[in-house]
């Protein structure tokens, strides 16, 4: 028995109704769930085409969405500014009780296949809430010939580089995912500016064929533009989204409060901070000489003595808070975060101002650690977050091949921090991979 448009619509929608959608996102993701949501934003819809069903090549399928999506620019804008929430998923074994009409089978693949993509679109938020506008994802450790740095063993092949990157490589990287190299002009650390300077691309767009996350190592469709040093970008626009600006990107926790601070040459919305940076920027800290916990309480420390005493999250590395788990041994405190139904681990230190929690979030840069007043941040959305696209009255589609369906999803958003000067990062001391 087959499957046919009309009652997998069915089955698809009194799972995941729309209005429950914007509830569907990991309990793994603290800093997205911590936030408050509002949904008073306008502003042109950004379409965000997903593929499930009998997988049949990523190009013929994103094709498929593109073409199906109303407005293929629009499409292939959201495609190609944020790919890694491109689900492709095969039936595998459920296409056999889908053919014989086992009972349930409708039920597991939907549940699976559905609340799969939701939860990677969610993943991607996430990310882009962390990082700037420019789709910061890395940078180029080793090309092709050379010695894998991470792991010795190796001599890089045609196409692949091996990837210096702060967050973990499946956190960022996935299979046809669009990045382009970049450079950022007068700058050459690992981690790019936050103070409106734009990276010049060296590479027209690339898609990732493979990810090796042990090795550290990305296959791509040309690597030939990426140096040694050159950072990763994931293809997009700068931030947020007018008409001049269609695909354009997050204003996240990098770009409200930046690395290193701001510079005199500072552009946020047309705003220099660098007049008043802690308290348009918020602040910054170098604790690089200093343990990890009397790095994150010295910060807490100079924030109380500015008036921030209500930021008692800090947002940290998975490496970096087993680090520290590691470090307090027996004098270790756990606590717990509690905000909407989720709840997060944490270890919890004193500081200036209180008690601190500190929680892992695998969308924090490696090395760094954010103290952050939750309540001074919102996300502005229209309609659900994210929702199905069904405004053309067809939210899903048949695939090219008749057991495929098409359907997309859409998220229009904005973060937004009305109290900058209650949220601080500090460098941490180098722990290693």
């Not at 074994?93 to 699976?112: M, R």
């Not at 552009?267 to 660098?274: G, K, L, P, T």
Request: aromatic residues 10%.
């Amino acid at each position: 028995m087959a499957i046919n448009i009309a009652n997998f619509q069915t089955i698809f929608k009194t799972l995941f109704p729309q209005n429950d959608l914007p509830w569907l996102i990991p309990a793994n993701l603290p800093f997205l769930n911590m936030i408050e949501k509002d949904g008073s934003l306008s502003g042109d819809l950004i379409d965000q085409p997903f593929k499930y069903g009998a997988a049949q090549g990523y190009s013929t399928d994103f094709n498929t969405a593109a073409t199906q999506a109303g407005n293929p620019n629009r499409a292939v804008r959201a495609g190609i500014r944020c790919a890694q929430a491109y689900k492709f998923l095969e039936f595998d074994d459920k296409s056999k009780g889908l053919s014989e009409g086992a009972e349930g089978a409708y039920v597991e693949l939907v549940q699976d296949t559905v609340g799969g993509a939701i939860m990677d679109f969610n993943k991607n938020l996430d990310l882009d809430f962390h990082a700037a506008a420019n789709g910061f994802r890395g940078v180029v450790a080793a090309v092709a010939g050379q010695t894998n740095p991470f792991n010795p063993a190796q001599t890089l092949a045609a196409g692949q580089i091996a990837v210096s990157a702060g967050y973990g490589l499946e956190a960022v990287f996935d299979q046809d995912q669009s990045l382009v190299a970049a450079t950022y002009a007068g700058f050459t650390q690992g981690i790019p500016p936050s103070d409106g300077r734009l990276p010049t691309t060296t590479s027209v767009p690339v898609q990732v064929i493979s990810v090796d996350p042990l090795g550290r190592v990305l296959q791509l469709t040309d690597a030939s533009a990426f140096t040694v040093g050159s950072f990763i970008c994931q293809a997009g626009g700068t931030l947020g989204f007018n008409s001049a600006n269609l695909n354009g990107g997050f204003c996240g926790l990098d770009a409200w409060n930046p690395y290193g601070g701001v510079t005199s040459t500072d552009n946020f919305w047309n705003i220099n901070r660098s007049v008043y940076g802690t308290r348009l920027a918020g602040y910054w800290m170098d604790g690089s000489k200093l343990s990890i916990e009397d790095a994150i309480k010295r910060l807490s420390a100079r924030m109380s003595q500015g008036g921030a005493q209500a930021s008692n999250i800090a947002l940290c590395n998975p490496l970096d808070f087993d680090a520290l788990d590691s470090k307090l041994m027996s004098g270790v405190r756990y606590g717990e975060v509690t905000t909407a139904t989720h709840g997060f681990d944490s270890i919890v230190i004193n500081g200036a101002a209180g008690r601190i929690d500190i929680v892992a979030d695998p969308h924090m840069i490696q090395g760094y650690v954010r103290l952050i007043d939750p309540s001074t941040f919102i996300l502005r959305h229209r309609y659900e977050l994210p929702h199905i696209v069904d405004v053309e009255g067809r939210s899903m589609e048949q695939a090219v091949n008749f057991d495929g369906r098409t359907a997309r999803l859409r998220c229009y958003a904005q973060l937004i921090c009305n109290q900058p000067q209650k949220n601080g990062i500090v460098k941490l001391p180098f722990i290693g991979v």
